[in-house]
């Protein structure tokens, strides 16, 4: 087996315990890659290696030109390495090989090709005073960032950190899931190729609790950590980087709700909720796990939403037929199935779907659990759909925001003053109406409650990752003098 090192200060190494672990491919069962395992003593030199490549290097110097022509070649290189990308995502987690090669890896790119321009094209902002005073806005590189990645879009989510960090003129550590190392580490070999010097960006695999992870936190040398993950994980991240006052930006779990009304053009909200919770074998924290349809459609929905799930073919992700693989991990599948195990004793009904083979979960749609039951509260994250119905405009708000989550929802509706006034009332950090999925990377992204702290994308990954500083300068001979005394200053 081919051996995924860590990349620190521009060479690719072992760990120096010489510690391996291994990756499992979800669909043969089989370790498939050995991977170097970090700890401690990584972290130290990867953070070293990013922090003396900020301080002394010359990346944050560079121009944003300069930079983004590093950032978009190695989107070209990426582009030109799609088979290999998109197959170590797929090994390492079992996602569809036409997702990883069609969607993540094109998306990852093109972060990189997005973030660069941004940064290239961004203004600040001048602010003219009636004193004789002129002040402007600077934005500069915050310094060295850790980012710590999830496996469900493991190339897609550490792109989406990386880019905005390294073209605002960070350097960054990047710590991607235990299970899903191998198409970051072909990514920082890449970036060598691109040009990016030594030490901009560093890859540390291993896993979090009492190991890499949790000692990139708790870092004094970090100046940001950007985290995707579970929300019980992101607290204690947020915990360890307050010991610093770290800045921490959190993208955390979601239970979103989906909402079909009476008028909603069935045609167009059957495939979106179909897509919505069982892509990526509903490894998705956007994923629309909590379905509520207004009654008078709910039979006539149901109908039409189980025939398409159950079209959906899973097999061997490698296959370019498949589109639901096996779920990512034993331990991954063992959660979902005590879900599923558990859905009559907690009073619902299994309509479609249930176990398939291996580690395959089929598109499962539940019926008649209360709103009580685990399976409606909990994060899935699984091709597992729970089925309400609801009778007014005003329940079905009620019920979309009963949890305490609240990365997004979704509405499919043919009222327009409707569509704008439920957007506004559902608790979420994006709200999609008559779709799902479709993003403009200048918007916000991110969550309210337990599905995150911050918002990334644009302008606000550029809030994040970069120092805001005001500059006041006294610009004409009308500017009052020097005060002789102290002054009183206004905050
Ligand atoms: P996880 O929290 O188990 O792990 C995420 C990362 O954190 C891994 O790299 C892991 O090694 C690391 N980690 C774990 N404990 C740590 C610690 N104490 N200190 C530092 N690092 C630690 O999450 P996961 O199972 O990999 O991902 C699935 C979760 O991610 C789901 O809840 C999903 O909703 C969420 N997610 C959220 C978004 C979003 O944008 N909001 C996107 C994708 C996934």
């Known amino acids: 087996m081919e051996l995924v090192p860590h990349l620190i200060a521009g060479e690719e190494v072992e760990s120096t315990s010489g510690a391996r672990f291994h990756t499992v491919d979800p669909w043969t069962r089989e370790a498939w890659a050995d991977v170097a395992l970090g700890g401690e003593s990584e972290a130290d030199r990867a953070v070293a290696a990013a922090r003396r490549a900020f301080d002394d290097g010359p990346w944050r110097r560079m121009g944003f030109a300069e930079r983004g022509a590093i950032l978009h070649r190695l989107a070209d290189l990426m582009i030109e390495h799609t088979a290999e990308l998109a197959m170590a995502d797929t090994r390492d987690m079992g996602k569809p090989?036409?997702?990883?090669?069609?969607?993540?890896?094109?998306?990852?790119?093109?972060?990189?090709?997005?973030?660069?321009?941004?940064?290239?094209?961004?203004?600040?902002?001048?602010?003219?005073?009636?004193?004789?005073?002129?002040?402007?806005?600077?934005?500069?590189p915050a310094g060295v960032v850790a980012a710590i990645a999830p496996w469900n879009f493991p190339l897609m989510l550490e792109t989406w950190k990386i880019a905005p960090a390294l073209a605002w003129g960070n350097t960054v550590v990047l710590k991607p899931a235990e299970d899903t190392p191998s198409s970051a580490s072909l990514l920082g070999r890449l970036a060598l190729r691109a040009g990016m010097p030594p030490g901009v960006l560093n890859i540390v695999h291993g896993f979090g609790p009492d190991s890499?992870?949790?000692?990139?936190?708790e870092d004094p040398r970090v100046d940001r950590i950007t985290f995707t993950g579970e929300s019980a994980t992101g607290r204690l991240i947020a915990r360890a980087a307050a010991a610093n006052l770290t800045p921490v930006s959190l993208e955390m779990g979601g239970k979103g709700a989906n909402l079909v009304f009476a008028d909603a053009d069935?045609?167009?909200?059957?495939?979106?909720?179909?897509?919505?919770?069982?892509?990526?074998?509903?490894?998705?924290?956007?994923?629309?796990?909590?379905?509520?349809?207004?009654?008078?459609?709910?039979e006539e929905f149901l109908e039409r939403f189980t025939a398409a799930a159950g079209e959906l073919r899973t097999g061997?992700?490698?296959?370019?037929?498949?589109?639901?693989?096996?779920?990512a991990s034993e331990e991954h599948y063992k959660k979902v199935r005590s879900f599923v195990d558990g859905i009559e004793a907690d009073g619902g009904r299994v309509l479609a779907g249930g176990l398939g083979d291996g580690w395959v979960v089929r598109p499962t749609v539940v019926v008649g659990a209360p709103s009580s039951a685990?399976?409606?509260?909990?994060?899935?994250?699984?091709?597992?759909?729970?089925?309400?119905?609801?009778?007014?405009?005003?329940e079905a708000v009620a019920l979309a925001n009963d949890t305490p989550y609240g990365l997004n929802a979704m509405l499919f509706t043919q009222n327009?003053?409707?569509?704008?006034?439920?957007?506004?009332?559902?608790?979420?950090?994006?709200?999609?109406?008559?779709?799902?999925?479709?993003?403009?990377?200048?918007?916000?992204?991110?969550?309210?409650?337990?599905?995150?702290?911050?918002?990334?994308?644009?302008?606000?990954?550029?809030?994040?990752?970069?120092?805001?500083?005001?500059?006041?300068?006294?610009?004409?001979?009308?500017?009052?003098?020097?005060?002789?005394?102290?002054?009183?200053?206004?905050?």
């Not at 890499?212 to 936190?217: H, I, P, R, S």
């Not at 495939?271 to 459609?297: K, M, T």
């Open 97 to 140: 090989i036409t997702d990883s090669a069609g969607h993540d890896v094109p998306r990852s790119a093109s972060n990189f090709r997005f973030f660069a321009d941004h940064a290239r094209l961004a203004t600040g902002e001048a602010l003219p005073m009636d004193s004789g005073h002129h002040a402007y806005t600077r934005f500069e």
């Open 212 to 217: 890499v992870g949790q000692a990139l936190t």
């Open 266 to 298: 069935l045609d167009t909200a059957v495939p979106w909720s179909v897509r919505a919770i069982f892509s990526n074998a509903g490894q998705v924290c956007l994923a629309g796990s909590r379905l509520y349809v207004e009654r008078p459609v709910l």
């Open 316 to 327: 061997d992700p490698k296959d370019h037929d498949t589109q639901l693989g096996p779920l």
């Open 374 to 394: 685990r399976v409606c509260r909990e994060e899935v994250f699984g091709p597992v759909v729970v089925v309400q119905p609801f009778d007014t405009e005003a």
């Open 416 to 491: 327009l003053s409707r569509a704008h006034r439920v957007s506004a009332a559902l608790k979420a950090g994006t709200v999609w109406t008559n779709c799902f999925f479709i993003r403009d990377l200048r918007a916000p992204f991110g969550g309210v409650g337990d599905s995150g702290i911050g918002r990334e994308g644009g302008q606000f990954s550029r809030e994040f990752f970069t120092e805001p500083k005001a500059v006041v300068m006294a610009i004409s001979d009308d500017a009052p003098p020097a005060p002789s005394g102290p002054t009183r200053s206004a905050p």
